[in-house]
């Protein structure tokens, strides 16, 4: 263990709730990776596309008019800040994908700007991921990846891509955006997969 | 969005090392330049950055990660820490780090908002208080007499809180192809022409640098900085995929 001569650290941040390696944070910082990409929502458009090539389409009216969900849940950034009981409103992927026919595993999520992350398709169902679309009562601003974005809380918060226009279904897993860069495939905070090896 | 590969095999990158403080630089009231010696440093890309990590005697720790300030130089790993209100670790890092003390890093990290010297094309630096340091990074690395035209705008609340504040002018005033561009948004010195103000559209447009120079962009700051800046430079024209952000919030005391 390397010590570093009289560090003795603020500990404020020690909460059961807390994944290792991370801090708390009252604030919502952004990270992106490019220019925020400003969606009208009549342009707005959620599809998934299956491994055989079928599409399936949501206008913004669509989405809408399906159930919704509110949920309060801790988010985790690779960046190592954490802020717990975030207020969101979204639709469940369960309800999203409840129609569509699929062999596939994995899923890449396709954002407007450019970005992809890949996930296991078993970690976009069962209550654990929504298409979300309000933030604390207030509709998702731009930089926060409004209009929609994905929310997989129990992963690292780039897998929750901003922005999002399609759910790309796949047999095979390939890395996306920052997965190529050298972050890691799965993310789970709680085992600390931040890097490729982690 | 077009992708680069990182330099370095995976598992060096991600191993822990110790990372002995060979000296430091005030570079404002509230910024230190550290030197790191890190031994078998493997080298990093203008505009990477590390996690830097305490630990104290009963095993606690905190990690944070902070910009990387000048190319890759031997084992040398020269970090520029602003201290951040009531911070954990910067203010240990700015106030109480001494030469010979002992800290661990891991990277570099990031792979994407990253200058390589030899990258052709005029270069356009955005940087919104201590988000200069990446760009400081690009800026030290670009080799003299570069057919690569640099440009930094760069804001800051004050002069006293400019980073870099003679190496910059030293830079420009060579005449090799960097300019500075200086942006107050508190006080400006006695005489400023521009005054005292956000960044606005013109501020990016100055010196005859336009859209058509095509330019990499790169943006760094406070959020709210990097999001104006940014839908500036999308405003003017420059197409977002020329458009390299990274931005930080209150997130890293």
């Known amino acids: 263990m390397t010590v570093t001569r009289g560090f003795h650290g603020r500990r404020r941040d020690s909460d059961a709730r807390l994944p290792p390696g991370q801090h708390l944070t009252p604030d919502f910082p952004v990270l992106s990776a490019g220019p925020t990409p400003l969606v009208p929502r009549d342009d707005w458009e959620l599809i998934v596309a299956t491994e055989d090539g079928t599409r399936h389409g949501w206008t913004w009216a669509e989405l809408m008019a399906l159930p919704s969900e509110d949920v309060t849940v801790d988010i985790h950034c690779v960046t190592s800040w954490s802020k717990l009981d975030t207020d969101w409103r979204g639709v469940s992927l369960d309800t999203v994908l409840a129609d569509v026919d699929t062999a596939a595993d994995f899923a890449m999520v396709h954002s407007h700007g450019g970005y992809t992350t890949n996930l296991p398709l ?11 679309y309000e933030y604390d009562g207030d509709e998702l601003a731009p930089e926060h990846g409004g209009p929609a974005r994905l929310l997989v809380p129990h992963l690292y ?8 226009r399609e759910i790309e279904l796949m047999l095979d897993d390939a890395p996306g955006f920052w997965e190529q860069l050298g972050y890691h495939d799965y993310g789970d905070p709680w085992r600390e997969q931040r890097y490729q090896g982690d | 969005m077009a992708r680069t590969a990182i330099p370095g095999g995976l598992s060096a990158r991600r191993a822990w090392r110790s990372a002995t403080l060979a000296d430091r630089r005030p570079e404002t009231a509230q910024a230190v330049t550290l030197v790191l010696d890190v031994p078998d440093w493997p080298g990093h890309v203008p505009g990477q950055h590390v996690d830097v990590r305490l630990t104290s005697e009963d095993g606690y720790r905190a990690t944070r990660s902070y910009s990387v300030a000048a190319p890759t130089d031997g084992d040398a790993l020269e ?20 030469r010979g003390d002992t800290v661990e ?3 570099p990290l990031g792979g994407w908002f ?11 630096l955005v940087a919104g208080g201590s988000g200069v340091v990446p760009l400081m990074s690009m800026l030290r690395a670009r080799p003299a007499g570069s057919a690569s035209p640099f440009r930094l705008v760069y804001s800051a609340r004050s002069p006293e809180d400019l980073l870099y504040r003679e190496e910059l002018a030293r830079r420009a005033a060579e005449n090799d192809g960097v300019e500075v561009g200086l942006v107050f948004t508190r006080s400006a010195p006695e005489g400023d022409r521009r005054g005292v ?14 859209v058509d120079d095509a330019p990499t962009c790169y943006v760094c700051g406070p959020t709210g900085f990097v999001e104006s800046a940014a839908a500036h430079l999308v405003a003017l024209g420059h197409p977002p995929e020329r458009i ?8 890293g005391p």
């Open chain 1, 122 to 132: 078993e970690d976009l169902l069962d209550g654990r991921a929504w298409i979300a």
């Open chain 2, 244 to 251: 390299r952000t990274e931005r930080f919030g209150p997130s």
């Open chain 2, 79 to 98: 970090l520029t820490v602003q201290r951040v209100p009531d911070g954990e670790v910067s203010t240990f890092l700015c106030d109480d780090l001494r």
């Open chain 1, 157 to 164: 918060l780039w897998k929750s891509a901003k922005w999002v």
């Open chain 2, 114 to 124: 990253v200058w390589r010297p030899g990258q052709p094309g005029p270069v356009l």
């Open chain 2, 105 to 107: 890093v891991r990277g």
């Open chain 2, 197 to 210: 103000g956000r960044l606005r559209p013109e501020d990016l447009t100055g010196h005859g640098w336009s």
